[in-house]
């Protein structure tokens, strides 16, 4: 029995040591992008909205519109004072002084200060202001005494322009409501997301039409693709030339295959439209896509011919691992085909369904591409899943601090579902039955 040296490392932590940086790697890969759009979840982030267009934990000023805004602002207000007289002009004259004031209060802080001359030069040189010059943090106090007066210089405006006293009283109102749009709100949320798709209908409605279309497809795709396995794996002539043929509609590019299902399935010329209705499945041709559940039956249908050669191969490969000896040894035993099915293949079958059963149920529960290259999650939402409710949400929306807590939830539904088939299915695998 060999001993181990006081101090030096076991078998075991050094294969721990040695697959260390592997799974470092893994955990940077997989779970920083799920770190990073759970922060991003937490806040209010929106493409159409200069002001929250990142991430912002505290008050701020968008220098570029500031500077841009504030000289407008001061030759408007000298204008209108130089073609007014009286009271009027002394008013606009005192608003002016209130600008200039409030300039050099910010100005106060260097930084402001310092940013307001570089930026200005960039402006004044027709060049881009970069992202680290753009926002400033603002205090409390400074972000206050500019809300007040910004709001102070708009109600006399709007005041005076209700009495007819300036010349171009929207011009000049607009101005000074766009320095105020230049002050940043910190735009952090908190849970408010999830707590809003927790009581969305819309959300729910996606998350059901989701399983429902992983738990059908998938079913059917383990039938067929053991079937085809079982078939391919046979001996007999022209096998190869079956196996070739059975992987072509897997190797098509799911956005062509989709379109090319839609064309089919087309209300005026699909001929598959034409076959369902002649077989009386379907009433019409037309309800394939324009109906709740036919567009759900159209979808299904199009991801088992897309996918089900994938899932063949992959048993297909798992039948090549079991020794032929067994069923030899079997059939001198007087058990039948059924009985050699159920006694040696699923059993020797268990972990290549595990690993079939898990990337089918993953990639289904995901599918993005198929869907809407084909109903677009119509029609009135019924196709519509959870990963398309996210993609509208964040890129036609633009609000990414939505769109980013609906991937959180799918990856946490994901999780859910990997977890499940390995407590279920392969425990053995990873457990004391798999050693």
């Not at 608003?95 to 200039?100: D, R």
């Not at 567009?295 to 063949?312: C, G, Q, Y």
Request: proline content about 3%; overall charge neutral.
């Amino acid at each position: 029995m060999t001993r181990v040296k006081k101090g030096s490392l076991s078998e075991k932590q050094m294969g721990y040591l040695l697959i260390a940086p592997a799974l470092l790697i893994i955990l940077i890969i997989a779970i920083w992008p799920v770190v990073r759009s759970f922060w991003i979840s937490l806040h209010d982030i929106r493409l159409n909205d200069p002001t929250k267009t990142e991430v912002h934990n505290a008050y701020g000023l968008d220098m570029e519109r500031y500077v841009n805004s504030l000289p407008i602002l001061l030759r408007n207000l000298n204008k209108e004072a130089n073609a007014a007289d009286g009271s009027v002009k002394e008013e606009l004259l005192g608003l002016k002084q209130q600008a200039e004031q409030m300039k050099a209060l910010l100005a106060q802080s260097g930084e402001i200060a310092q940013r307001y001359q570089e930026i200005d030069k960039l402006l004044l040189d027709f060049k881009p202001v970069p992202n680290e010059l753009k926002y400033v943090a603002l205090s409390d106090a400074q972000t206050q005494a500019l809300r007040a007066t910004l709001q102070d210089m708009e109600t006399k405006l709007t005041e005076m322009g209700k009495q007819k006293q300036l010349e171009k009283p929207e011009g000049v109102i607009a101005v000074v409501k766009g320095i105020a749009a230049s002050v940043i709100s910190p735009n952090y949320v908190g849970f408010a997301y999830y707590q809003q798709f927790l009581a969305d209908s819309r959300m729910w409605a996606a998350l059901y039409n989701t399983l429902f279309f992983t738990v059908v497809s998938v079913a059917i795709e383990l039938v067929l693709g053991l079937w085809i396995a079982l078939l391919i794996n046979k001996q007999f002539y022209g096998r190869g030339l079956v196996r070739a043929t059975v992987l072509i509609p897997w190797a098509i590019p799911t956005v062509i295959s989709a379109m090319m299902w839609k064309f089919l399935y087309d209300g005026q010329n699909g001929i598959v439209a034409y076959l369902f209705e002649q077989t009386g499945l379907v009433a019409d041709m037309g309800m394939l896509l324009t109906t709740k559940a036919g567009a759900m039956f159209s979808v299904i249908l199009a991801d088992v011919w897309k996918t089900t050669p994938f899932m063949a191969l992959l048993l297909f490969a798992g039948l090549q691992t079991i020794p032929h000896s067994l069923y030899e040894a079997a059939e001198v035993d007087g058990a039948g085909k059924v009985q050699q099915f159920f006694r040696i293949t699923l059993p020797m079958l268990k972990s290549t369904l595990l690993v079939s059963l898990l990337f089918r149920t993953l990639d289904a529960f995901r599918v993005f591409d198929l869907i809407y290259a084909l109903t677009g999650g119509g029609p009135a939402n019924s196709t519509e899943t959870i990963s398309i409710y996210a993609y509208k949400t964040m890129f036609a929306q633009m609000s990414f601090g939505e769109g980013s807590a609906l991937a959180v939830i799918v990856f946490l539904c994901v999780a859910l579902i990997s977890i499940g088939y390995i407590k279920i299915l392969g425990a053995d695998l990873l457990g004391e039955g798999g050693r």
